[in-house]
């Protein structure tokens, strides 16, 4: 129990023993206002009896104050309480200097708030706050550095090259060194291809309300709609990351990138490993533009430091955005979408979006028994697909 809380208990008791002294209190005055009239006079029980009634009660004034010096770092000064209101009162100022042989106070019944506060008090109306507290959304970013275009069909097709056998080369017969350079065949290439084909997938997620909770409050259906579409956008960038190409997903790009093969001997440097990929990259004719990060690994690299008794960054600077400082010229992509522990990094020109259907928001009561249980049905859906071109484009691997 908290001093605050004793506290008000303890005092709750001093003031009904007070109420009950002074019910005894004013009985007695009566009586001894009926022997006045009566005889001119007090017996003396009853004045003695009145004279430690007035004793108690004083002293249960006194414990009052000491209670009140108790409680008050822990509670907020409130109305007097029933033995200071006596105490203080003309009428026992009186009784004590003789003036008067009775002394009586009219106590009313307090009306106070309710302890501790909660919401069911009555008499005051607690402040509501407007909107709905969330937890923060995840920054999306995949969408904004990947090109996209739109689609009227459920499959994307496209014509990737196989093998390139490239024989370019001067016009001579190779039997011979001495042999002529006209007249003969000049050098066959050749070169093959394949046909791709990345299917139009659905994204979607319903949530049911009742008719009465949408016309009762007017902006529970706006909340919604906004966090069914970002419950949509999150699916989508973990789908265009990690998608694995079965049961309806998406293939994500980190899972049909190049894997990065390892140095040997194995480095353990996160900035060299990424330098490492980038030349994989370069020697595959590739030049990779952003890299996927999850945010522990950015921070890991990012407060790197010199050594133990160098206090300087090897990498970061705090005076610039943690967020846009290219990493070897590449465009860092931070998102907790990312596995700790592994990037992924590419060209963006090697991969594209193509939308069937943007996000859309669609409310409807036909879904089963809706109708007849006034019960409303909210649909987010979109329809996407997403074509790999180059597969060696995207490098990904562990740091």
């Known amino acids: 129990m908290t001093t605050e809380t004793q506290v008000v208990l303890e005092r709750a008791d001093l003031e009904l023993a007070l109420i009950k002294a002074n019910e005894k209190y004013e009985a007695n005055a009566e009586v001894m206002q009926g022997q006045i009239k009566e005889s001119l006079s007090v017996s003396a029980e009853l004045l003695s009896k009145n004279e430690k009634l007035a004793e108690r009660i004083a002293e249960s004034n006194d414990r ?3 209670l009140e010096q108790r409680g008050e770092d822990t509670s907020t000064p409130g109305p007097a309480n029933i033995g200071e209101q006596f105490t203080k ?11 008067t042989s009775v002394g009586r106070l009219e106590l009313k019944t307090a009306i106070i708030n309710t302890f501790p506060a909660s919401s069911v ?4 109306q607690g402040q509501r706050l407007g909107g709905i507290f969330t937890t923060p959304n995840r920054r999306l970013t995949l969408r904004d550095i990947l090109p996209t275009a739109p689609t009227t069909s459920n499959l994307v097709e496209f014509t990737r090259e196989n093998a390139f056998t490239n ?3 001067p016009q001579r017969d190779t039997a011979s060194p001495l042999a002529a350079i006209e007249n003969v065949a000049k050098p066959e290439s050749a070169i093959t291809f394949t046909l791709a084909t990345v299917p139009v997938v659905t994204l979607a997620h319903w949530i049911p309300l009742s008719k009465q909770v949408v016309a009762d409050s007017p902006m529970l259906m706006s909340y919604v709609n906004g966090r069914l579409t970002y419950g949509l956008k999150l699916k ?14 998406i293939t994500g790009i980190q899972t049909g990138a190049t894997a990065y093969t390892v140095e040997s001997p194995q480095l353990t440097n996160e900035i060299d490993i990424i330098r490492d990929a980038i030349t994989q990259a370069q020697v595959a004719e590739y030049s990779p533009n952003f890299i996927v990060l999850n945010p522990a690994d950015w921070d ?5 430091k010199v050594g133990t008794s160098d206090d300087r960054y090897v990498y970061g600077d705090p005076n610039q955005s943690w967020q846009s ?3 070897w010229g590449l465009t860092p992509v931070i998102t907790n979408s990312q596995t700790a522990g592994t990037f992924l990094m590419g060209d963006t020109n090697g991969a594209m979006i193509f939308d069937r259907e943007q996000a859309s928001i669609e409310v409807s009561n036909a879904n089963g028994t809706d109708f007849t249980k006034n019960m409303v049905t909210v649909l987010a859906e979109e329809r996407i697909a997403l074509a790999i071109f ?3 484009a995207f490098i990904t691997g562990s740091l």
């Open 89 to 99: 009162s003309s009428q026992y100022a009186d009784f004590v200097g003789g003036r």
């Open 121 to 124: 008090q009555p008499l005051v």
């Open 236 to 249: 989508e960038e973990t789908q265009l990351l990690l998608g694995l190409g079965t049961g309806g997903e």
């Open 390 to 392: 180059r597969t060696e």
């Open 325 to 327: 400082t290219p990493l």
């Open 300 to 304: 890991d690299i990012q407060r790197r």
């Open 167 to 169: 024989n370019a080369g």
């Open 64 to 66: 009052l104050v000491a």
